[in-house]
């Protein structure tokens, strides 16, 4: 049974930073690929950011240049880098991995942390 486990939410002033990890319970390496999702209140859950096994990371255009995710293959760990935050990013963070088995797809899913944007 695979285990996402996110922490690093808090509460933090617009312009403020924070970083927020997913710690796998297994290989991260056997995921296609590990995100970052979230939902705001009143919102959809949406894409901010993923980063595949061998390929490049891509980001959702309103947080493209201020977050940056990263993995770490030897600790089954992803990194969300969250800089210049806008109250707008204040919504509950989401890790997410998938893989393919026999061309269906897995997804697993972390319980969320909470980031709170103050203006």
């Known amino acids: 049974q695979v285990q996402l486990v996110e922490s690093g939410g808090g509460l933090v002033q617009a312009g403020g930073s924070l970083r927020l990890s997913c710690a796998a319970s297994?290989?991260?390496?056997?995921?296609?690929?590990m995100g970052w999702y979230r939902q705001g209140p009143g919102k959809q859950r949406e894409l901010v950011a993923v980063i595949p096994r061998g390929g490049s990371t891509n980001y959702a255009d309103s947080v493209k240049g201020r977050f940056t995710i990263s993995r770490d293959n030897a600790k089954n760990t992803v990194y969300l880098k969250m800089s210049s935050l806008k109250p707008e990013d204040t919504a509950v963070y989401y890790c997410?991995?998938?893989?393919?088995?026999?061309?269906?797809?897995?997804?697993?899913w972390g319980q969320g942390t909470q980031v709170t944007v103050s203006s």
């Open positions: 997410n991995a998938y893989r393919y088995e026999l061309a269906k797809r897995y997804d697993y």
């Open positions: 297994g290989s991260i390496f056997s995921f296609n690929a």
